[in-house]
């Protein structure tokens, strides 16, 4: 009789390669020589009988066979790298590894997060700051903490996951003091000339504007680009313009006179996103996580 599964080194070799989408980078992240990836995949097709890959121009590019059975198979490992981390996890403190955007992660999270470790004293939380998403399908978090715009992508959750609104906060208008008094806006449209800062894109302010009656349409919009929403109020302490933010970013600034929020006449503070917690469908409801999402969310809503 022959044997029901083929060797699981050239499952796991085809599920990286796949995944990677080159044989030297699935060689560097098994930790050997592309050359052994090669004979795994050739080995598993000879195996199964069918072309996984087709070999164009010295780049390896899955078939359609390919896909189908790398989908499946890659589910499968992922389903075994958490009953392994279930199983090891029993009796054991239930930790759980977040990732977070930094400027909510440093402003705001880290100080919930002492708060929670005391509450709940067998259960400590490994927090990363950082813009890149957590890939939760590959087990690189147990859960991520993002801000998601209404109009612009992406978009919280995807396949195998779950997301919860931690909160909706408002976006106000902050300046330092010293700007804020040499200031002189008497409406909305005056913004479109002022002194704006911008984390990544100018979305954020665009859809801002939109809100409080301002169509910007392709007008460009003044002000340097800070890529993180830390920085662009950094800079907006040093005077350097005008940052839009929230209470979870600028909560100590605003307390300590740091910042002040800036007034314009015809506006108001307005939400245009979310923060989410999106962790994978089928850990949603193991104890760690279950916890802290429960503790965070009734926090941001205080």
Known sequence: MATPL?????????????????????????????????????????????????????RLVLTEA????????????????????????????DGVRLWAVPGFATQWLSDQLADYERS???????LRPTDACANLGQFEADADIRFYGDDWLPRPGGPGLQALELARPPLMIVASPALAATLRLTGVQDLLTAPLLHEEHHE????????NGVQ???????????????????AARQGRGLALANRFLVGR???????????????????????????????WSSTGIARLRKFLRERALI
């Open 120 to 126: 709940e004293p067998g259960i400590a939380v490994e």
């Open 253 to 283: 600034d605003l307390a300590q006179g740091a910042l002040v929020e800036l007034a314009v006449p015809g506006t108001r503070a307005v939400p245009v996103g979310s923060y989410w917690f999106v962790a994978r469908a089928d850990r």
């Open 204 to 211: 954020q302010w665009r859809a801002w504007l939109m809100h």
């Open 216 to 234: 910007p349409g392709t007008h460009r919009l003044g002000g340097p680009l800070l890529w993180h929403a830390h920085l662009a109020i950094a």
């Open 6 to 58: 083929p060797p699981f080194a050239a499952l796991r070799a085809f599920e990286v390669l796949g995944r990677t989408g080159g044989i030297r980078r699935a060689g560097v992240e098994l930790g050997i020589d592309h050359t052994v990836i090669s004979r795994h995949v050739r080995a598993l097709e000879d195996w199964l009988g069918v072309a996984l890959v087709d070999r164009v121009g010295g």
């Open 66 to 93: 390919g896909r189908t059975y790398h989908a499946r198979v890659s589910a499968s490992l992922h389903d075994l790298i958490a009953a392994t981390r279930d199983v090891q996890a029993a009796g054991a403190s």
